[in-house]
């Protein structure tokens, strides 16, 4: 069983920005892809971005590109989204996923463990 938690989110303003962090005590967390998704209210959960085990981007949602950034460091068991100029529309639930892969994609089926979830609200 893999736990994941999610921190980072909150309150910002339209064009803002937050740095989402999921951290997790699973040592081989380095034998997991990552993603990170997010959920607005009546909307279906939706990838945001995606790495493979190593830390190559396998997915980057097209809105997003040029203003958020993922990242892991497996040493900490740590995944980041950076995620610069935010958009009102921007504002839901943001998850963290990992799924025993080497890499996975923007599918949520890939992903076999999920976090609780922070919530971002970004103000107009």
């Known amino acids: 069983q893999v736990q994941l938690a999610e921190s980072g989110g909150g309150l910002v303003q339209a064009g803002g920005s937050l740095r989402l962090s999921c951290a997790t005590s699973r040592r081989t967390f380095g034998t997991f892809a990552v993603g990170w998704f997010r959920q607005a209210p009546g909307k279906e959960r939706e990838c945001v971005a995606a790495l493979s085990r190593s830390g190559r981007l396998t997915y980057m949602k097209d809105s997003a590109k040029g203003r958020f950034t993922i990242s892991r460091d497996n040493a900490k068991n740590t995944v980041y989204l950076q995620m610069n100029s935010l958009e009102p529309e921007e504002t839901a639930a943001y998850y963290c996923?990992?799924?025993?892969?080497?890499?996975?994609?923007?599918?949520?089926?890939?992903?076999?463990?999920w976090g609780q979830g922070t919530q971002v609200t970004v103000s107009s």
């Open positions: 996923a990992a799924g025993f892969t080497v890499s996975a994609g923007p599918s949520p089926n890939e992903y076999a463990y």
